[in-house]
């Protein structure tokens, strides 16, 4: 058998096939309004269609890009859709696209800065960047104390903020002996569940991580949380992280930094901020105030591959004090040591976060960032506000709504007044019509929809369509009643 055998892809038959993909998602782009948002299929249909064993023989790409389209399309919730205003969004663009593409085809993995010096350098420097470009404290700067590192997700964040805490709380002993279980963080009743996860694994248990009440609006009450570290303090338990959040997943409500920030100073607690989605809006000096006590973080997060047209994974976590991190998070086995490592003088990744490999995650930012430029992405930022404000007017003159929350940004929360079955028949009739797609929550036990307006391509047409379909609906659910 000839040494030269080979099932390889060739440079050339990839440049075919490349060019092919990418003409498929321009295609793509091109046609999603015309798919139902929502995947319309039921469980196991995906699977049921698929071959029970896989390929013996390597198959025709003309034959995968067929199943692409005939097996898979069908199966997708397009997120991409300008008429996708479930959750949040999990917005993508050209740019990110081709940044990640790129990411995959240099196939690096940056887990020191010695395994790609660019790979590190360009995170470092992009992460800088977005110190400015958010208007957050100089400290997180790598120049300083601090620095940033491009995350999976805002849970992985979450995770190493905890860790820290629970290591600086303890004086960085835990993870040599463990430790006594009197270690106790603090969050609210509306913070997002990753907290709950990072605290069953940070080995601080779901019991140890307080949920501080909320006010009228859904945001953390200073007061009670102060309260409740006294009381730790008075119990002997051993204080260690406040999780604010700019914007909850919920409701969009927005925790009192600066008060929040307080008790941490006077108690020396680690101060978290969690802006995953709505830390993009920063790009915009106007809407700043709502990070106003940032000063006072200990770590900083937001997702871009939430709302800032970066595709899926991309999550910045800042830390003021990265001796605090690395330490938490650092050992060093022999097979990683390298002379660049022991010099001191470069940021070795790895030890910034859970694993140890990692992608070029940066490109894809540093491609978003020089592609729209800071107005670009402002402009986007603020017609996405603009929409949602224009929505919250309609809500308020249709007397058959009502608003269920505050909406400082994209995210308006609003019910119809007839009740939850009433809200809940709204939502499945617009759902299953395919033309658009929404999501719910509960506030004050009342089930409630969510508008969520952040898609990359979403228009006042495609708002203003979601309206009327709304109201169509909700004539429906008036006739029930
Ligand atoms: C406020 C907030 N924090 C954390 C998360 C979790 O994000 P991720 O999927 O990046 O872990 C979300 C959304 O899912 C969120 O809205």
Known sequence: MSDEKSFHMTPDEFRRYG?????????????VESFPVLSQMKPGQVRASLPAVPPTQGE??????????????????HWQSPNFFGYFPCNASGPGILGDLLSSGLGVQGMLWSTSPACTELETHVMDWLVGMLGLPEKFRSSGSGGGVIQDTASSAALCALLAARERATGYVSNKKGFDGKVVAYASTQTHSSLEKAAMIAGIGVENLRLIEV????????????????????????????CATVGTTSSNAMD???????????????????????????????????????????????????WMFTNFDCSCFWVADRKALIQTLSILPEYLRNQATESGAVIDYRDWHIQLGRRFRSLKLWFVIRHYGVEGLQHHI?????????????????DRFELAAPAP???????????????????DRLNRSGDLFLTHTKLNGKLTLRMSIGQTHTKARHVENAWRRIQQEANIADGDA
């Not at 945001?219 to 309260?227: D, G």
């Not at 603020?382 to 308020?396: C, G, K, Y």
């Not at 940004?409 to 939502?427: E, P, S, T, W, Y």
């Open 19 to 31: 060019h092919a993909v990418v003409d498929w998602i321009a295609d793509y782009q091109s046609r």
């Open 60 to 77: 025709s790409f003309d034959a995968l890009m067929r199943d692409v389209e005939q097996l898979i399309l069908p199966g997708v919730t």
């Open 215 to 242: 006010d009228e609006n859904f945001a953390m009450k200073p007061e009670a949380l102060a309260k409740q570290v006294e009381a730790d303090r008075r119990a002997g338990m051993t204080p260690s992280l406040v």
């Open 256 to 306: 009192p930094i600066v008060a929040i920030g307080e008790v941490c100073e006077k108690n020396g607690l680690w101060l978290h901020v969690d802006a995953a989605m709505s830390g993009t809006a920063m790009l915009c000096p106007e809407f700043r105030h709502l990070i106003r006590g940032v000063e006072m973080a200990d770590s900083f997060n937001f997702n871009p591959h939430k």
């Open 382 to 398: 603020r017609e996405h506000v603009r929409l949602a404000q224009q929505f919250v007017e309609w809500i308020r003159k249709d």
């Open 409 to 427: 940004l994209n995210l308006v929360c609003f019910r119809h007044k007839a009740g939850d079955a009433a809200n809940q028949g709204i939502m």
